[in-house]
């Protein structure tokens, strides 16, 4: 059986809020797809709200969101990530970062306040989002013979598959992406061109 290649993620950057005895916790959610954009727009709002007491977020990556992480930022430990985290899980979402920047207010709301707070900004942010559906695709580099050019380009045009980076002369190539749920399909029908090799670009 294939593997779903379904999942839920966000269109673009939205914004929540939520304010509780004089604290504010704005709430910045973010579509992100490799842990390497997380550090820049942690960073980003960390400059621009730098008098803000904390810069709590937590983030779930890939179509299975096996790639997740909850940060606290100095507030007591699962009050903060673990409630943002808890916000996208809840939604069914991946691929998305949510940053809550935190303005203290003078009085302290305890760890259930807390807890209340990270959970009803992220929530804000996620409802104030354009949800959307993605499909997760492996990318792969074909290589044949200009003799198998048409069997090739038939195997594309029967999935529907976007070209790119192709080179054509004595060998050819051209890379494709293939969702999950065809890659067997086209490995198998590829695998039946003579002259064609296949083979898969981590990204």
Excluded at 155 to 161: A, F, S, T
């Amino acid at each position: 059986m294939e593997e779903s290649d379904k999942y839920k993620s966000i269109a673009g950057p939205a914004q929540g809020l939520f304010k509780d005895n004089g604290s504010r916790f704005i709430a910045f959610a973010y579509p992100v797809e490799r842990v390497e954009e997380v550090k820049p727009l942690v960073d980003a709002l960390k400059k621009e709200y730098h008098d803000a007491r904390h810069h709590c977020f937590a983030y779930r990556i890939g179509h299975t969101g096996a790639t997740f992480r909850a940060n606290d930022d100095g507030e007591p430990s699962g009050s903060a990530g673990r409630p943002i985290l808890g916000q996208i899980d809840s939604f069914g979402l991946s691929d998305i970062l949510i940053v809550v920047v935190r303005y203290f207010g003078g009085i302290k709301l305890g760890i259930p306040g807390l807890i209340r707070a990270y959970k009803t900004s992220s929530a804000d942010a996620i409802d104030n989002s354009v949800i959307i559906e993605k499909t997760a695709c492996r990318m792969f580099k074909i290589e044949f013979d200009y003799l198998a050019m048409n069997a090739v380009q038939k195997v594309l045009k029967d999935m529907g598959l976007p070209q790119q980076n192709q080179e054509f002369g004595q060998t050819c190539q051209i890379e494709t992406r293939v969702p999950l749920s065809g890659t067997q399909t086209f490995l198998e029908r590829c695998s039946n061109i003579g002259g064609c090799y296949v083979k898969e670009i981590v990204e």
